[in-house]
């Protein structure tokens, strides 16, 4: 079985602060995939990034980075600069062989102006 | 990547009543999956559609409260049964497309009465 563990429930930052939003996961494939999505209030998933578990290079986009530790089994995503339109949930999630998508409890990240 | 269509975006049904929810892909995909998000939650995995069989559920879920049908590779249909205000939840249908790429429908947001 898989399994995703997203600690933090509630995250409040204020404005231009950097935030970064934990994942750690666990599975017994050895090829598997991660991704994290974000879900603003409007309820859509919004995907942000998938990452394979042969490439642990750490990826930037803008100002999201993703930090990729197989050694630790985590998979932790960073806002720098933090904005208002930030403010959603934001889940991490784990695909193996079976190709179903696993779910951590999501992180509402708030961010104040 | 696909682009999915999921009617209805959202609806209000009488408890004890049942509402179908369609999903429309633009192209064949061979897996589809059905998820639930209650209030406040992360989201479920319902079951695997598959095309010309049953459904693969998973744990926690039926077939009589959630039939599912796949007549074909770029249709499914979720039905929600016998509805109480428990099943006050958002549905999504997502596909699988390769190399561990998902797409999601836009969500149904049902609320029962």
């Known amino acids: 079985a898989q399994k995703v563990t997203q600690a933090q429930t509630e995250i409040s930052v204020v404005e231009k602060e950097d935030v970064t939003l934990d994942c750690v996961y666990e599975?017994?494939?050895?090829?598997?995939?991660l991704f994290w999505y974000k879900q603003p209030p409007s309820g859509e998933l919004v995907f942000l990034i998938r990452?394979?578990?042969?490439?642990?290079q750490n990826e930037i986009s803008g100002r999201y980075s993703w930090n990729f530790q197989k050694s630790t089994s985590s998979f932790n995503f960073t806002i720098t600069a933090s904005q208002v339109v930030d403010s959603a949930v934001y889940f991490c999630?784990?695909?193996?062989?079976?190709?179903?998508?696993?779910f951590g409890s999501g992180t509402q990240l708030t961010v104040l102006p | 990547s696909a682009v999915i269509s999921q009617k209805p975006s959202r609806d209000i049904c009488q408890r004890g009543t049942s509402l179908t929810i369609q999903c429309q892909v633009d192209?064949?995909?061979?897996?589809m999956f059905w998820y639930r998000q209650q209030p406040g939650q992360s989201l479920t995995l319902i079951a695997t559609?598959?095309?010309?069989?049953?459904?693969?559920?998973e744990s926690g879920f039926v077939i009589d409260k959630f039939p599912i049908s796949r007549p074909n590779l770029t249709f499914s249909t979720l039905t929600v049964s016998n509805m109480s205000p428990e099943d006050s939840s958002i549905y999504l249908c997502?596909?699988?497309?390769?190399?561990?790429?998902?797409?999601f429908g836009s969500g149904t947001r049902l609320t029962v009465v």
């Open positions: 997502s596909v699988f497309q390769g190399a561990g790429g998902y797409t």
């Open positions: 599975t017994r494939d050895t090829t598997y995939y």
């Open positions: 990452r394979n578990s042969f490439d642990e």
């Open positions: 999630a784990l695909s193996g062989s079976a190709r179903q998508l696993t």
């Open positions: 192209s064949q995909v061979t897996m």
């Open positions: 559609a598959n095309q010309g069989s049953e459904a693969t559920y």
